[in-house]
């Protein structure tokens, strides 16, 4: 019989991928015969003894990706055979990587951007994509099936991010890379109060996450500065626009570039504003009375504060306060600074200038009679004003008030005179004085002439008086200008004239011993002669200034004179003299040519004679001088910018004296010149320009040079990681100092910076720091220092108790420890101290003691130890005879003791006999009954025979040990012996 043989065939369970489990069905046909078995050999050699299988539908593990084939073999129950051979493809996993953006961390709170790895990833391959990022605080968002996702991180930390790929061969792989989320760090931030018009400070408090703060961002939001008003500054000051709310916030970054931000309200108030005015009086001197007159701001706050700077070193706070300076004729700067309940401060500085006490001083000239005696005033202070100056000129005529310091008189009579000053200065302050002053009589010249002719000369004969004294001297002025001898110093000289008709007017001046001098002027009389001459002179001719001109006009005759003189100018102006002119100035207000006609009329004996004479003058347009200063500190360069204006002709030229009188080269002759003064004060600055016409102006304008300040300060030593305090000791000049930059020079530290006055600053290490201190004041004067300061080491103090020391109770030794140590400050606790190295401490009073060492080294760096110390005095002594009917002072016999707890004394004869015995003690613990010498101290009783008794004492004291005894004459110590009664 033949039997059907089956048909072998399976399937494969996918998918085929390397390192999947793949099982394989039967899929054989036995038609009507059961399949008994089956042999599968999967083409996998190296699987080794996994590569064949007996079961129907066996699993297989592929040991390498690529393509097998596999084998299968069925039976049926009659034997009958058939196989199949299939090939199965096992494909590998897909490669898989991928990026995260930013690469080098990423922040908290930040977006991280993951995206796969192109160059290595397949991707037109891939059929899906799952991502864990190991953030399961992160709830539903901690996966994600996109390819490029993204996740924020809320927390900080290392995240395990998986990415598992699957391919369209259903194969995936997973890759599981670590990623860094950085802490990042807290913003925060304190400020100042804000105040309209003033600097708020805004002082950054925030903690650094994974890495250094390195970058700040201010956003002040101030809609009136913007966009001005940010900062990048750690600590930033701003000034706010107006009074209002504003939403400071500030962003900080750091090293890995992540970032916060925090916010908060700033409420800017209105400043108050500081005024005073004030009054010195007279009595006492120096004394000034200042009267606040300050204003609250329209935020409302009152003031709560005021601050009065009066003098260096003297301050107050009264609202108006008094003071007496020391120093009259000084001027202070006072400075009030009022603060109101938002803490907002304004400053008010006004010099006050005091006036001296008073005195005056004058001089006369000792002159002639019908000379005027000039007077000069002065008086002290410099700095104070006459208001007015009243002179008795001690010749009987009216006081003379003036508001001058110089002043003339002229006696009626020669003689001496004394003469009253009483000066009032403008505070209403009086002061006087007087002196003598001598006027000399004058000489009384005359003299006679015979007939002058003209070919002859003429004879004088002098007739002069002395009147007291001899004439020393004469001159003779014999009206003759055009002579060669038209003078003579004989007592009777000649003179000729020449031939013209005409009138000479001579003049006799004689003088006498007294250095007094008068004169006679008589004519000498000849035939008439006119002439009209002048010239104009002192050139160049320039608008706005004086242009003279000099009369050189001559009369020649016996009788009549130049009635008149008349200058027309040419430019519709004219001056008409009655009397000889001798120059004539005038000023043209334009330039331009003009013609000038100068015009005198003589009247001889009722006839008029006149003459008329011209000049053509040119007159050239004058510049106009004017110029601006800038930078005007004492240690830096002043700036002069020249705004002169030619006013149609050019400048050409510039003199500047820049008023500096200790320097010879205070000059220059740039347009735009710059001068450093050597000092500060008031300078009169001369500016002179000159056209090309010749022309010049002049502008003397005063600059004041204001002294900077100089920057100094102290500090206490600098030990290590303790608090060091630097005290700006800057010397103000010109103005106030409102500004301090300090750096510490503290590389390591992140903020080693202060902008406060006095500042205080811990350093971390030691060594030498170079401190630097920048200074400006109102004046935007500036000055810098720097000091180079030494951190040092602090010692380790310390100290043991040895206590009863040398056996005494209360006296310590206290045994120094101290390391590093180099001089000592000892506290014992009980008023008593010490600079010993170890000490010994005496303590009369029970009590517990605060004992402190402060142990310096030779820097003085401090350390300091306090150590507790508990004192009890306990003692019990015990008398050793007594005289029942003697002195008061040993008529009882008393133990003496102190902080006893329990006490007992028992008193016995020598046979045993028990005669006084007590157990009480005062509060302080002191034995509190004495034995009078009778049993029991009854004095009923007759007292006990003279001798000696035995007594025992137990005792306790309060903290607990127990009395050892006394010791006798032999050095024993014990709780018995014996009292002696004398009688």
Same mark, same amino acid.
């Given at each position: ?12 369970d ?7 489990l793949i099982?394989f ?5 036995g038609?009507g015969?059961?399949i ?11 699987s ?6 007996p079961l129907?539908? #066996?699993y297989?593990?592929f040991?390498?990706?690529?393509i097998?084939?596999v084998?299968?073999?069925?039976m049926?129950a ?16 897909? #490669? ?6 930013p690469?080098?961390?990423?922040c908290?709170n930040?977006?991280?951007y ?10 037109? !391959?891939?059929f ?5 990022f ?5 709830g539903?968002?901690?996966t994600?099936s996109?390819?490029?996702?993204w996740?924020?991180f ?17 194969c995936?792989n ?10 990042i ?6 400020f100042? #109060?804000?105040?309209f ?5 805004f ?9 250094i ?16 008003d ?8 701003? !000034?706010f ?9 500030l962003?900080?970054t ?13 409420e ?6 500081a005024s005073?005015?004030?009054n ?5 001197p120096?004394?000034v009375?200042?009267?606040d007159?300050?204003n609250i701001?329209?935020?409302g706050s009152p003031?709560?504060?005021w601050?009065?700077e009066l003098d260096d070193?003297y ?5 108006n306060p ?7 004729d ?7 600074t ?7 401060s304004?400053?008010y500085?006004?010099?006050?200038c005091?006036f ?5 001083e004058f001089t ?9 005696t000039?007077?000069?005033?002065s008086f ?8 007015a ?9 009216p ?7 110089t ?6 009579e020669?003689g001496?005179?004394l ?5 009032e200065?403008?505070?209403?302050c009086?002061a ?15 003299f ?8 002859? #000369? ?42 013209n ?10 003088s ?9 002027v008589?004519p ?5 002669c006119v ?6 002179i ?8 004086p242009?003279?001109?000099?009369n ?7 009788s009549?004179?130049?009635g008149?003189?008349?200058?027309e100018?040419?430019?519709?102006n004219?001056d008409? =003299?009655t009397?000889?002119p001798?120059?004539?100035c005038h ?7 003009y ?12 006839n008029?004679y006149?003459?008329?004479?011209f000049i053509?003058?040119e007159?050239?347009?004058s510049p106009?001088?004017?110029f601006?200063s ?8 002043t700036?002069f ?12 030229g510039?003199e500047?004296?820049f008023?500096?009188?200790t ?9 735009n010149p710059?001068y450093?003064?050597?000092y ?5 600055v001369e500016?002179?320009?000159?056209s090309?016409?010749?022309c010049?102006?002049?502008l ?8 900077p ?6 500090n206490t030593t600098?030990?290590l990681e303790?608090t060091?305090?630097?005290?700006d000791?800057s ?11 300090w750096?510490?020079g ?7 910076t202060?902008?406060?006055r006095?500042p205080m ?5 030691t060594?030498s720091?170079m ?10 004067c500036?000055?810098t220092?720097?000091k180079a300061i ?5 010692p380790?103090?310390? =100290? ?13 030794l ?5 390391e ?18 170890s000490?010994?401490?005496t ?5 517990t003691?605060l004992i402190?060492l402060v ?8 350390d300091t ?25 040993v008529r ?7 902080n006893?707890k329990?006490?007992?004394i ?15 003690? !005062? ?8 034995w009078?010498?009778?049993v ?6 007759e007292g006990v025979?003279?001798?000696n ?5 137990s005792?306790t004291f ?7 005894g006394?010791?006798d004459t032999?050095?024993?110590?014990g709780?018995t ?7």
């Amino acid at each position: 019989m033949v039997s059907i043989s089956p048909q072998a065939d399976f399937i494969a369970d996918g998918p085929h991928c390397d390192g999947n489990l793949i099982q394989f069905f039967d899929q054989s046909l036995g038609f009507g015969i059961n399949i008994q078995g089956w042999s599968w050999d999967f083409g996998d050699p190296a699987s080794g003894t996994n590569n064949t299988s007996p079961l129907q539908n #066996p699993y297989h593990l592929f040991s390498a990706p690529g393509i097998y084939n596999v084998f299968l073999e069925v039976m049926n129950a009659n034997g009958c055979f058939d196989s199949i051979t299939r090939q199965i493809e096992i494909y590998p996993p897909p #490669p898989v990587y991928f990026n995260v953006n930013p690469a080098g961390g990423v922040c908290q709170n930040d977006t991280a951007y993951f995206a796969v790895d192109p160059d290595t990833t397949n991707v037109s !391959t891939i059929f899906s994509y799952f991502w864990d990022f190991g953030d399961p605080a992160s709830g539903t968002n901690d996966t994600s099936s996109l390819a490029n996702p993204w996740h924020l991180f809320t927390n900080f930390g290392i995240f395990n991010v998986s990415l598992t790929v699957t391919d369209t061969a259903g194969c995936s792989n997973t890759i599981m890379l670590p990623v860094e989320v950085l802490e990042i760090p807290t913003a925060d931030f304190a400020f100042t #109060p804000a105040c309209f018009g003033d600097s708020t400070l805004f002082l950054d408090q925030s903690l650094p996450g994974a890495a250094i703060i390195s970058q700040w961002f201010w956003k002040f939001n101030d809609p009136g500065l913007a966009p001005g008003d940010t900062s990048n500054l750690q600590n930033a000051w701003f !000034t706010f626009s107006s009074i209002d709310n504003y939403f400071v916030q500030l962003t900080v970054t750091d090293n890995n570039g992540c970032s916060a931000m925090l916010g908060q309200w700033v409420e800017v108030f209105d400043v108050p504003q500081a005024s005073y005015t004030f009054n010195q009086h007279c009595d006492p001197p120096g004394m000034v009375q200042y009267y606040d007159e300050s204003n609250i701001g329209t935020s409302g706050s009152p003031l709560q504060s005021w601050e009065w700077e009066l003098d260096d070193g003297y301050f107050s706070s009264e609202i108006n306060p008094s003071y007496i300076y020391d120093d009259l004729d000084s001027c202070y700067i006072v400075n009030l600074t009022v603060t109101d309940e938002n803490l907002c401060s304004d400053t008010y500085t006004d010099t006050v200038c005091l006036f001296g006490e008073v005195s005056v001083e004058f001089t006369a000239d000792q002159v002639c009679f019908r000379e005027r005696t000039s007077f000069q005033g002065s008086f002290l202070p410099v700095s104070d004003s006459i208001a007015a100056w009243n002179w008795d000129f001690g010749d009987g005529t009216p006081i003379f008030s003036t508001l001058h310091d110089t002043v003339s008189h002229i006696y009626p009579e020669p003689g001496i005179y004394l003469v009253y000053l009483e000066a009032e200065d403008e505070n209403g302050c009086e002061a006087s004085n007087y002196q003598t002053i001598v006027v000399d009589s004058l000489p009384t010249p005359g003299f006679v002439t015979d007939t002058a002719f003209c070919d002859t #000369p003429t004879h004088f004969y002098d007739m002069s008086a002395g009147n007291g004294t001899f004439i020393q001297s004469w001159y003779w002025d014999f009206g003759d200008v055009t002579s060669s001898s038209n003078t003579s110093t004989e007592q009777y000289p000649t003179h000729f004239y020449d031939g013209n008709d005409s009138v000479y007017f001579v003049t006799l001046r004689v003088s006498n011993y007294l250095g007094c001098v008068d004169s006679i002027v008589q004519p000498v009389y000849k035939g008439p002669c006119v002439v009209a001459e002048f010239e104009v002179i002192d050139p160049p001719f320039c608008s706005t200034y004086p242009i003279c001109f000099v009369n050189n006009s001559e009369f020649y005759g016996a009788s009549g004179s130049i009635g008149q003189w008349t200058l027309e100018y040419g430019d519709g102006n004219a001056d008409v =003299f009655t009397s000889r002119p001798d120059t004539i100035c005038h000023v043209y207000a334009d330039s331009g040519h003009y013609t000038v006609a100068f015009i005198i009329l003589a009247n001889v004996n009722g006839n008029v004679y006149s003459d008329t004479a011209f000049i053509q003058l040119e007159v050239s347009p004058s510049p106009t001088s004017a110029f601006n200063s800038f930078m005007t500190c004492s240690n830096e360069t002043t700036l002069f910018e020249s705004n002169a204006d030619g006013n149609g002709g050019n400048v050409i030229g510039w003199e500047w004296n820049f008023g500096d009188l200790t320097s010879v080269d205070d000059t220059s002759t740039l347009e735009n010149p710059e001068y450093r003064y050597p000092y500060t004060g008031l300078f009169d600055v001369e500016f002179i320009v000159t056209s090309d016409n010749g022309c010049l102006d002049t502008l003397i304008q005063e600059i004041e040079i204001f002294e900077p300040p100089e920057a100094d300060f102290s500090n206490t030593t600098a030990c290590l990681e303790s608090t060091t305090e630097f005290f700006d000791e800057s010397i103000i000049s010109g103005s106030e100092i409102y500004q301090w930059s300090w750096s510490f020079g503290d590389s390591l530290a992140v903020a080693d910076t202060s902008v406060v006055r006095d500042p205080m600053y811990t350093y971390g290490s030691t060594g030498s720091f170079m401190v630097t201190l920048i200074i400006e004041d109102l004046n935007q004067c500036r000055d810098t220092i720097e000091k180079a300061i030494e951190v040092y080491e602090v010692p380790l103090s310390g =100290f043991s108790i040895l206590d009863n020391y040398e056996g005494t109770q209360g006296q310590i030794l206290l045994e120094n420890l101290t390391e590093g140590g180099d001089y000592y400050d000892w506290d014992f606790g009980n008023g008593e101290t010490s600079i010993e190295f170890s000490p010994v401490a005496t303590y009369t009073e029970d009590g517990t003691y605060l004992i402190e060492l402060v142990a310096y080294n030779e820097f003085g760096c401090p350390d300091t130890t306090v150590m507790e110390y508990v004192l009890l005095f306990k003692s019990l002594y015990i008398p050793s005879a007594f005289v029942p009917h003697g002195p008061e002072g040993v008529r009882k016999w008393k133990p003496q003791g102190i902080n006893l707890k329990k006490y007992r004394i028992d008193v016995y004869t020598l046979w045993g006999n028990r005669v006084w015995s007590s157990t009480l003690l !005062t509060g302080a613990g002191m034995p509190l009954e004495s034995w009078n010498g009778h049993v029991d101290n009854d004095k009923n009783e007759e007292g006990v025979d003279p001798g000696n008794y035995i007594w025992n004492v137990s005792a306790t004291f309060v903290d607990g040990s127990v009395w050892r005894g006394m010791e006798d004459t032999d050095g024993n110590v014990g709780t018995t012996g014996t009292v002696t009664v004398i009688r």
